[in-house]
Structures are given as structure tokens and as C-alpha cells.
């Protein structure tokens, strides 16, 4: 069992920069790749990043690519998602998953509460 916590959301202008993080506790957290998924109001939740078990792998969304970096540190159970040029369309409720594969679709078992991120025009 895996419990994930989000933070670092928050309000930041177009352009601007933001870092979340993702804590864990419970064990065995460096045998999960971890990923980041989105939810905007009215869309389906989408993939964003993820990291495989050592951090020697990621994978973006094509939206996402050259602006996001996920990265991880398993001596703290922690994931980040560091994020610059945000866009408008980059607002969505972010969320931390946990699996055994690192996949792009929602094949994780364990979820976070998510973290809200908006980004003003």
C-alpha cells in the first residue's frame, strides 16, 4: 500500500514556473515508476510524465515535452514535476500515480488527491 500527498499547485501567470511534489509513504517506493496525470474541468484526466523505477527513464506528453521535468528521489519518496513556460491550458487539478510499469494511460494503482494549478492570461 502506497499513500500519495500533491503539493506546490497554486495561481501562477502565463509564462510563469511552478514545482510540484509528490511525497509517499509506505514501502518499497523505488520499485514503482511514478507518473503525473491532469484533469481539466469538463476534459478526461491525462497523462503528463513519468519516471521509471531508478529514474534512468521518462516519458512526456508531446504537450508538455521541453517545458516539464519529472524527477525523483528515492531516499525521500519523493517525485517532483518541476514546470516552466506554463500556458493557460496547462490549468488542471495535477495528479501523482504509482505502478509497477511506467505507462502513459492510467494503469497505476495507487492516486494522490491531486493538486490544483491555475495559470492567469
Known amino acids: 500500500q502506497v499513500q500519495l500527498v500533491e503539493s506546490g499547485g497554486g495561481l501562477v501567470q502565463t509564462g510563469g514556473s511552478l514545482r510540484l511534489s509528490c511525497a509517499a509513504a509506505g514501502r518499497f517506493f523505488s520499485t514503482y515508476a511514478m507518473a503525473w496525470f491532469r484533469q481539466a474541468p469538463g476534459k478526461e484526466r491525462e497523462f503528463v510524465a513519468v519516471?521509471?523505477?531508478?529514474?534512468?527513464?521518462?516519458y512526456y506528453a508531446d504537450s508538455v515535452k521541453g517545458r516539464f521535468t519529472i524527477s525523483r528521489d528515492n531516499t525521500k519518496n519523493t517525485v517532483l514535476l518541476q514546470m516552466s513556460s506554463l500556458k493557460p491550458e496547462d490549468a488542471a487539478v495535477y495528479y501523482c500515480a504509482a505502478g509497477l510499469l511506467p505507462v502513459r494511460d492510467a494503469r497505476y494503482d495507487y492516486w494522490g488527491q491531486g493538486t490544483q494549478v491555475t495559470v492567469s492570461s
Open positions: 519516471i521509471s523505477r531508478s529514474g534512468a527513464t521518462t
